[in-house]
């Protein structure tokens, strides 16, 4: 959602007063986009998007946490991931249906502080578990031998569970910076002074190194050094002595690592190429030389819902890239048929043995 970004560049124009000089922290908006085309867009692209992104979140932990696949450690941080996700798309859809369906959501004291609280939150964990998942796979591939001990199911856990609390903790003051405010009440930003306003600034570029700088820069760069090691490996499969083990079957600690490689680079290229442009917007939006026109309104709409896609398409690249998942989705899809037609059969029988002692009784009442 990044509301931060769309609705206070968009709606507020602060102007305080300091010994007699006026102050500005953003200027007066420019001419809305064009409603025809964004509007439109908006309204029904968000809607579908996020639920349609909220079930194949929904059916990704499913798969990480009731198959086979939730053996490995990896498949924790996954599973975190799709939850992170969901809360995401859930943040976005409650703002859109006030914004184009009239549904007080947003707008009200209590939700208003919990939504946007909500929404740097779980793009947080977003990020973080992401890169988490590269850090123990860049551990895996350059040492695949002592992942085992190094990269476990516990850890997994504790990790996850500390950067829950640290995302709880490091955003709490957004509670304390937001409010309702206006005639229609809008949820945004709240600055009673110059010296909160300073503090939020401070805090939105800590938040940019924290959020964006540090968690892509990581990712961009394991990913790398993780696809030459790959590119290493297959090389290095095409001699002799690979091709002997592999007519005997030997499956090495080094072979399982590489098998699910393709679909973390693809995770970690499609987070990349759809996010960058959104945090690089919002920090830009921040800085004290930005003027807003209509067509980096138009972009800053386009790059947001780029984020929102990339949070909701995850089960495509899952499908796509990993037999594995597309394997243990089906099975699950068919078992699921099964229980389903053995309670349909079930009833038909139960009814049917019902019917036939009715029958019985009243023959023998004549």
Same mark, same amino acid.
């Given at each position: 959602?990044?509301?931060?970004?769309?609705?206070?560049?968009?709606?507020?124009?602060?102007?305080?007063?300091?010994?007699?000089?006026?102050?500005?922290?953003?200027?007066?908006?420019?001419?809305? &986009?064009?409603?025809?085309?964004?509007?439109? /867009?908006?309204?029904?692209?968000?809607?579908?998007?996020?639920?349609?992104?909220?079930?194949?979140?929904?059916?990704?932990?499913?798969?990480?946490?009731?198959?086979?696949?939730?053996?490995?450690?990896?498949?924790?941080?996954?599973?975190?991931?799709?939850?992170?996700?969901?809360?995401?798309?859930?943040?976005?859809?409650?703002?859109?249906?006030?914004?184009?369906?009239?549904?007080?959501?947003?707008?009200?004291?209590?939700?208003?502080?919990?939504?946007?609280?909500?929404?740097?939150?779980?793009?947080?964990?977003?990020?973080?578990?992401?890169?988490?998942?590269?850090?123990?796979?860049?551990?895996?591939? +350059?040492?695949?031998?002592?992942?085992?001990?190094?990269?476990?199911?516990?850890?997994?856990?504790?990790?996850?569970?500390?950067?829950?609390?640290?995302?709880?903790?490091?955003?709490?003051? +957004?509670?304390?910076?937001?409010?309702?405010?206006?005639? &229609?009440?809008?949820?945004?930003?709240?600055?009673?002074?110059?010296?909160?306003?300073?503090?939020?600034?401070?805090?939105?570029?800590?938040?940019?190194?924290?959020?964006?700088?540090? &968690?892509?820069?990581?990712? /961009?760069?394991?990913?790398?050094?993780?696809?030459?090691?790959?590119?290493?490996?297959?090389?290095?499969? +095409?001699?002799?002595?690979?091709?002997?083990?592999?007519?005997?079957?030997?499956?090495?600690?080094?072979?399982?690592?590489?098998?699910?490689?393709?679909?973390?680079?693809?995770?970690?290229?499609?987070?990349?190429?759809?996010?960058?442009?959104?945090?690089?917007?919002?920090?830009?939006?921040?800085?004290?030389? /930005?003027?807003?026109?209509?067509?980096?309104?138009?972009?800053?709409?386009?790059?947001?819902?780029?984020?929102?896609?990339?949070?909701?398409?995850?089960?495509?690249?899952?499908?796509?890239?990993?037999?594995?998942?597309?394997?243990?989705?089906?099975?699950?899809?068919?078992?699921?048929?099964?229980?389903?037609?053995?309670?349909?059969?079930?009833?038909?029988?139960?009814?049917?043995?019902?019917?036939?002692?009715?029958?019985?009784?009243?023959?023998?009442?004549?």
């Amino acid at each position: 959602m990044e509301s931060l970004t769309e609705e206070n560049v968009t709606n507020i124009n602060v102007t305080l007063y300091d010994n007699n000089q006026t102050w500005s922290f953003f200027p007066p908006p420019p001419p809305a &986009p064009p409603k025809d085309v964004l509007l439109n /867009f908006k309204k029904y692209a968000y809607i579908i998007t996020c639920v349609i992104g909220i079930i194949g979140n929904i059916i990704i932990f499913f798969v990480f946490t009731r198959t086979k696949l939730k053996k490995p450690s990896t498949a924790r941080y996954l599973a975190a991931a799709a939850v992170a996700d969901s809360g995401f798309l859930l943040v976005v859809m409650c703002v859109n249906l006030e914004e184009f369906y009239k549904i007080r959501v947003h707008s009200v004291i209590g939700p208003c502080q919990l939504i946007t609280f909500g929404d740097h939150a779980f793009s947080f964990l977003c990020r973080w578990y992401l890169t988490a998942v590269i850090i123990e796979k860049y551990i895996g591939v +350059m040492w695949p031998r002592k992942k085992t001990k190094m990269c476990t199911v516990f850890r997994a856990k504790c990790v996850i569970i500390s950067l829950a609390i640290i995302s709880i903790v490091s955003y709490l003051y +957004m509670t304390w910076f937001v409010g309702v405010y206006g005639d &229609p009440p809008v949820c945004r930003l709240f600055y009673s002074n110059k010296q909160v306003l300073e503090s939020w600034k401070i805090l939105t570029k800590m938040d940019s190194i924290v959020n964006f700088v540090v &968690p892509y820069l990581t990712i /961009f760069l394991l990913t790398c050094l993780i696809a030459y090691r790959s590119w290493e490996y297959h090389r290095r499969s +095409m001699t002799a002595s690979e091709r002997f083990l592999r007519r005997r079957r030997v499956t090495t600690p080094e072979d399982k690592e590489f098998k699910t490689t393709p679909l973390l680079i693809l995770l970690a290229m499609s987070t990349l190429i759809l996010s960058i442009p959104n945090s690089a917007m919002r920090i830009l939006a921040f800085s004290d030389d /930005f003027r807003p026109t209509e067509s980096t309104m138009m972009m800053m709409h386009l790059f947001h819902y780029f984020v929102v896609l990339n949070s909701a398409i995850k089960i495509c690249i899952y499908l796509i890239a990993s037999n594995a998942f597309a394997r243990q989705l089906g099975r699950s899809f068919c078992m699921l048929k099964s229980v389903l037609k053995k309670s349909d059969d079930s009833e038909l029988q139960t009814r049917h043995i019902t019917e036939k002692m009715d029958g019985v009784a009243i023959e023998g009442k004549v």
